[in-house]
């Protein structure tokens, strides 16, 4: 080799080892002990355009940063069970909107909505669709997706606009066994679980025997026996039992994963367990209400006080609550979702219909918890240790996300993902509904002792709740399309 094309090869080389243009950043968060649902480790995070583009120590500067001073850092929460704007039959209305309710979510940790876009019966699927996009449009603080609710399994809908919607990124949808305006027959449920296997999407089932309840609810009526309490009643486990049993046979013969919502207790927990010791795709939600509220809660005398946690299923007692923190640290449950469902109290369009104290038969099922869903679980499940850190993680925002579609976008702290982060707080303090941001008078929660609040919330890399203040910006979320949900190989093909 000669002299000049040693000098040339030379020349080369010192081209290539110009130092890279060091990476720009709109933001870095230093000093975090981020968590996943696999790993908890000490790293610096670069953002850059809404998303996590760099993890490692000593990141070059932003544009901003934020110190987490060491402190923990998880992905934003996933709700994937809420309930935000749904028509409901006058006078009764959902306290929360877009816009309360996703301002409630992000001072609560949680980046990504789950709600349902629900078709009336009668009403074409699509028509559904879109009186929900105008709902959300424009309003919401943080991104969401929308679950569907079948009500009416026409041949249209079946054959045409449930695969569409699924397409267009609908991915999921939700049956119920029980409400006279929701609930579908087992025959109708065979027809849309055959949809949801060839399609790929993921099935929700509301458990409880529709038949069972109306002939207890008739006899509690006719002794009187009509308080907010007796609503409780009229949903004892066993109705929650059968339908899940029978939820699981119907899935069973179509051979295709479902998901069990709001799991309320030991019964539906065994045939839960009983169907995945026979190899069944059957996967399990929990909600905070299983764990924090007992049929106590909604009342031991004839109060109508009751009333303010009155909702489907119904929470059970303590030993329950022991059942379900099991599931949850065990891997039972896939998903812990709020279920909210916000009505006011003291409202003629909330828990009073009409301004009036009703039967429990006629009070709206539901309770607000878009907010509280999160702290809850890492008050008394992390910090209590009931769980670790990545079992939170995955409970909360990666298996939601994996179960509808939406990971690795949303549901963990990984380069390409959405920069939704929580960086906590951990500090202890008594809660009050005057502390939260839903639209809703009351939470069932007050009078807990929390031990974490979010210090920081931060949506596609936009710091939107900083530990005192919301910082509001209406349309900022934005309507994400689902993928097929990723959270298990697909049921065997026939
Ligand atoms: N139960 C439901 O099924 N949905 C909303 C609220 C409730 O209590
Ligand atoms: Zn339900
Ligand atoms: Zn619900």
């Known amino acids: 080799m000669n002299k000049q094309s040693v000098d040339h090869d030379v020349d080369i080389v010192v081209t290539n080892l110009q130092p890279m243009p060091a990476p720009t950043f709109d933001l870095v968060i230093r000093h975090a002990r981020a968590a996943t649902a696999s790993d908890t480790f000490d790293t610096d995070i670069g953002i850059r355009d809404g998303r996590i583009v760099m993890l490692g120590a000593d990141l070059p500067a932003g544009a901003r940063e934020i110190d987490a001073g060491g402190r923990v850092v998880t992905p934003g929460g996933v709700d994937a069970h809420c309930h935000l704007d749904q028509p409901m039959a006058p006078p009764v209305r959902m306290a929360d909107d877009f816009d309360t309710g996703t301002r409630a979510a992000a001072c609560g940790g949680t980046t990504t909505v789950i709600p349902f876009a629900a078709q009336e019966k009668g009403q074409s699927l699509r028509a559904a669709v879109a009186d929900y996009h105008h709902r959300a449009e424009g309003r919401a603080h943080v991104d969401y997706a929308f679950h569907l609710i079948v009500s009416d399994p026409t041949p249209q809908v079946l054959l045409h606009e449930l695969p569409e919607l699924i397409r267009e990124g609908y991915t999921s949808f939700k049956i119920y066994m029980t409400y006279d305006d929701l609930k579908l027959d087992d025959g109708q449920i065979l027809d849309v679980l055959a949809v949801a296997r060839e399609h790929g999407a993921m099935a929700m089932i509301h458990a409880e025997n529709a038949d069972c309840i109306e002939w207890l609810t008739r006899r509690l009526e006719a002794a009187g026996r009509t308080a907010p309490r007796f609503h409780a009643h009229a949903r004892p486990m066993l109705v929650e039992r059968e339908a899940t049993h029978r939820a699981i046979s ?232 689902c993928s097929t949900p990723s959270l298990m190989p697909r049921a065997t093909p026939r």
């Not at 069944?280 to 909604?298: I, R």
């Not at 009333?307 to 489907?312: E, I």
């Not at 709020?338 to 003291?346: E, L, V, W």
């Not at 929660?445 to 890399?461: D, E, I, K, N, S």
Request: aromatic fraction near 10%; glycine fraction near 10%; charged fraction near 25%.
């Open 250 to 481: 119907l899935a069973e013969l179509v051979d295709v994963p479902i998901l069990i919502v709001h799991v309320s207790g030991r019964e539906a927990v065994e045939q839960i367990r009983w169907a995945r010791a026979h190899g069944l795709k059957v996967y399990a939600e929990t909600c905070p209400q299983y764990l924090f509220l007992t049929a106590a809660d909604l009342g031991i005398d004839d109060s109508y006080h009751g009333a303010k946690c009155v909702c489907s299923p119904p929470p059970r007692d303590r030993q329950n609550q022991d059942v379900i923190w099991a599931g949850l640290d065990d891997g039972l449950f896939t998903v812990f979702s709020s279920d909210h469902a916000p009505f006011r109290y003291d409202a003629p369009e909330g828990k009073k219909p009409g301004g009036e104290e009703v039967a429990f038969r006629h009070i709206p099922n539901g309770i607000p918890g878009i907010e509280t869903r999160l702290p809850l679980l890492y008050s008394e499940g992390v910090l209590a240790g009931r769980m670790t850190l990545g079992r939170f993680v995955e409970l909360t925002a990666t298996n939601p996300a994996k179960a509808y579609g939406l990971h690795p976008r949303k549901g963990t702290i990984a380069v390409g993902s959405d920069a939704d982060l929580v960086i906590w707080d951990e500090r202890e303090f008594v809660l009050d509904n005057s502390m939260l941001h839903h639209a809703v008078d009351y939470t069932p929660y007050a009078g807990q002792t929390l031990r974490a609040w979010p210090g920081m919330t931060l949506a596609r890399g936009d710091v939107v709740w900083d530990g005192r203040s919301f910082h509001p910006r209406q349309g900022r979320g934005r309507f994400l399309a």
